[in-house]
């Protein structure tokens, strides 16, 4: 994972559960979403993520934050101040989740992503590793309608072995440590869930799922080095970050990738593979990957970070021979995700921006949601890990993730139908979060 040096200090107040110390908030330039009471979308065709199937001509009625009502005509008189969006022609989707982004590190990325965000479709964001604080101060901004945003699912700092593998938002951990203290001040202080990663040993991560099962919170993250996967997953892993360890099976021993995604299906763990980290990889020598339009969305400290860690990463494979294997690899990474989601693993669309080079905030997830197409997922299949996917996974299928009366109307209004092309994902009529219209592009 890849963060500015200015925190590279953090994990030592985290290690001696000072973090829960309050730090001071920053003053933020207020954005204030359209306000309405009542949003009445006229004869739009919705995107039914339950079933794969379109809705044809249906009438909704969106009533202060949730869905109101859905049907050929509504019967109810309009409140004369409401909003009427005529939908003809259109399409009518949930809004999107980024299952793997990493936001809660700079008190300065709301003003700075969080309309990035909303206007590419992502309503709702899983922050994999950051500062509690900061994570609690986007939520209440958020909650309290100073700023329009996206929900917030976040596990705060990163629990890891001793030493870690990155200093800044971890919390080293091993036989020394009361895990019962860190893990009670990590759930007071708000984290929905803990990410666990690659240095964990055994007896901790034991020790965490003992804590989240009585506590009803789960774990998430890398597969330890120290660990099998297979008992990783026995313990309730709730989902496998990227492809490590997994492509090395894959690699070797296909026979017990099928004997783990039985497992993992057994076990509701899902997979966030984050394809396009692995696609980056094999453009080591392509300069295109830098875009010029979203450097702006870029710190000063990440973009001087991702320059570095570039440079090493093109000095390790300068050879032909060494861009042809990383072409290969990526091709059986693929070919693992088709095979997972084949046996019935759940995928979650997850770009990690923040913890790849040039993983840019919000457009990444449509260039992961293409992937996931390209890997063997149909159009309907990738769209229900960025829907309904993260709902289920998440538990918060009653609010979330289908156009559905009672749930929350975090909606996009599409020029075209995501079932035919993902890509039609990207043709952004209006974005509503929350029963606000936030982006109005037409």
Not at 25 to 32: A, I, L, M, R, S
Not at 211 to 227: C, D, R, T, V, W
Not at 395 to 420: F, H, I, M, T
Request: glycine share 6%.
């Amino acid at each position: 994972m890849i963060f500015s040096h200015q925190y590279l200090n953090i994990c030592l107040k985290y290690a001696v559960l000072l973090f829960i110390a309050l730090l001071v908030g920053c003053n933020h330039v207020k954005k204030t979403a359209v306000s309405t009471s009542v949003i009445f979308i006229k004869n739009i065709d919705i995107v039914d993520v339950l079933s794969g199937e379109v809705v044809t001509n249906q009438d909704v009625v969106v009533k202060n934050d949730v869905i109101y009502f859905i049907g050929k005509s509504f019967s109810e008189s309009i409140p004369e101040h409401s909003t009427i969006i005529v939908g003809t022609g259109k399409y009518l989707c949930p809004g999107l989740w980024d299952m793997h982004f990493h936001l809660c590190w700079d008190n300065d990325n709301d003003t700075l992503l969080f309309p990035l965000l909303l206007a590419n479709g992502i309503t709702g964001i899983r922050d994999m590793g950051g500062d509690l604080t900061i994570m609690r101060n986007f939520k209440r901004e958020v909650q309290d309608v100073e700023i329009a945003g996206p929900e917030i699912f976040g596990a705060g700092p990163i629990i890891d072995g001793n030493p870690p593998v990155h200093f800044d938002f971890s919390l080293p951990v091993d036989n020394h440590t009361n895990m019962n203290m860190l893990l009670d001040s990590l759930k007071n202080n708000g984290a929905d869930f803990f990410k666990t990663y690659s240095l964990i040993q055994e007896a901790q991560l034991k020790d965490i799922a003992v804590y989240g099962s009585k506590n009803n919170m789960h774990f998430a993250g890398h597969l330890s080095e120290y660990i099998e996967p297979e008992t990783s997953i026995s313990l309730g892993q709730r989902s496998v970050e990227h492809l490590n360890r997994l492509d090395e099976i894959w690699q070797t021993n296909t026979s017990r990738i099928d004997s783990l995604a039985n497992l993992m299906v057994a076990k509701k763990t899902a997979l966030c593979p984050t394809l396009i980290t692995y696609q980056l990889k094999t453009k080591v020598r392509d300069t295109t990957i830098v875009n010029n339009g979203y450097t702006k969305y870029i710190p000063t400290s990440l973009m001087t970070e991702w320059k570095a860690t570039w440079a090493k990463r093109l000095q390790r494979h300068s050879k032909l021979d060494d861009w042809q294997e990383l072409e290969k690899t990526f091709i059986g990474q693929r070919e693992l995700v088709k095979t997972l989601h084949q046996k019935g693993v759940m995928i979650l669309a997850g770009s990690d921006f923040a913890g790849m080079p040039y993983v840019y905030p919000a457009i990444s997830l449509h260039q992961e949601l293409r992937l996931l197409v390209d890997a063997g997922l149909s159009n309907y299949e990738a769209l229900k890990t960025a829907t309904v996917n993260p709902a289920i996974y998440m538990n918060r299928q009653q609010n979330y993730g289908s156009v559905s009366v009672g749930k929350y109307a975090d909606l996009l209004v599409l020029e075209k139908n995501p079932l035919e092309n993902i890509d039609h994902l990207k043709l952004i009529n209006r974005v509503i979060v929350k029963g606000k219209i936030v982006v109005h592009n037409n």
